[in-house]
């Protein structure tokens, strides 16, 4: 559900320092959020502070949000740091190898742009077929 920003509330938080958010808003920028924050339906945060502040820095007046209803303050609390615990970082290898395979699909070999040429006119052959038939 989109939400006005304004309209959230921000009560005590667990995390208390939340870390440069230049990464972050770079992110938001390029690929919009891509997890909406969780609050309950007094429009009190319960998970995505870093997000919501990046959101406001950069401007945004909406948010998306997912509401959860009937949670207790325990299960609120559970929640929001659940939702921070549990993340797990890539190892480095595995920072590494997404990283690789970025640089192969931003620069692709000579052969690779072969593949993708013809498989580019193949689907166009058959979409034209296909369009044929449906008349």
């Known amino acids: 559900m989109l939400v006005q920003i304004k309209d959230i509330k921000i009560r005590k938080r667990v995390r208390k320092d939340l870390g440069n958010l230049e990464d972050l808003k770079d992110s938001l920028r390029t690929y919009g959020l891509l997890n909406p924050i969780t609050i309950n339906r007094r429009y009190e945060l319960i998970a995505g502070e870093r997000r919501l502040q990046a959101a406001t820095q950069l401007g945004w007046t909406n948010i998306q949000a997912n509401i959860v209803d009937n949670l ?53 052959i058959r979409d034209f077929f296909e369009s044929k038939k449906r008349k």
Do not use: S
């Open 72 to 124: 207790t303050d325990i299960e609120q609390l559970e929640m929001e740091l659940e939702e921070n615990n549990q993340r797990k970082e890539f190892t480095d290898d595995e920072l590494l190898e997404g990283y690789k395979r970025l640089e192969k699909l931003r620069n692709p070999g000579f052969f690779y742009k072969i593949y993708l040429f013809f498989k580019h006119l193949w689907e166009k």
